[in-house]
């Protein structure tokens, strides 16, 4: 069964820490792996999109990457901003841009 | 550059009515994908148009029909509304059916009561 696991579900940090959000896939075929910015109530805002051969990915302070191999992925966060505060999904496309597979996100809260 | 534009925000309904929601892609975008987002689930993908012909459909209910207009923008319908039609109706556009550079409007937040 095609499936998203996020880790942890949700997270705690003060202003200016880094941190870094994981996501374990069991999606076949495999097209490419996505993260996204989902405040509460608005459109997912995405952050990253790797393909099977690109294993890193930078877009300013988030940093993603991607190990095909044990079908996992991290998205890293550099000096965490209060703005960050929102839900990351991990979202997987099975070969169809589509039909997407969601992980349930995780909830990060980004504290003075 | 202006993102993808959904109309309206919030939609208040009573069941059995009908509501249509509207979706403006991103200039140039030619694609418009439809979902539907209930309350703590993930967004389940209703229907896509490219060059305003359909191209896939997914879980949409006969009673929510679709389609994309010669300006690409897209109009969702829906009838004979029900509770559980309550949810988070997102519209995401691209350019090129099937691409991965699928960006997201704001959403329109429905709510059959």
């Known amino acids: 069964k095609n499936q998203v696991e996020q880790s942890p579900q949700s997270l705690i940090i003060l202003e200016g820490k880094n941190c870094t959000l994981q996501c374990n896939y069991t999606v076949s075929p495999f097209s490419n792996l996505r993260w996204y910015k989902q405040d509460t109530g608005r459109g997912p805002v995405s952050l990253t999109i790797m393909t099977f051969s690109e294993n890193t990915k930078s877009n300013g302070r988030y940093t993603a990457t991607l190990d095909a191999d044990t079908k996992q992925s991290s998205l890293h966060i550099t000096a965490s901003q209060l703005s960050d505060s929102a839900s990351y999904i991990c979202v997987v496309s099975a070969g169809n841009n589509r039909k997407l597979i969601w992980g349930l996100g995780t909830s990060l809260a980004v504290n003075p | 550059a202006a993102g993808v534009i959904q109309s309206p925000r919030h939609l208040i309904k009573e069941k059995r009515e009908t509501a249509t929601l509207k979706c403006y892609p991103i200039s140039r975008h030619d694609t418009v994908y439809w979902y539907q987002q209930g309350p703590g689930q993930d967004p389940q993908f209703l229907i896509s148009f490219y060059e305003k012909m359909q191209s896939d459909k997914g879980s949409i209910p006969d009673r929510f029909s679709a389609q994309q207009f010669s300006d690409y923008h897209s109009e969702l319908n829906m009838s004979s509304l029900e509770l559980g039609d309550s949810a988070l109706y997102f519209c995401?556009?691209?350019?090129?059916?099937?691409?991965?550079?699928?960006?997201f409007g704001p959403g329109t937040r429905l709510t059959v009561t």
């Open positions: 995401a556009s691209s350019l090129g059916d099937n691409s991965y550079e699928q960006y």
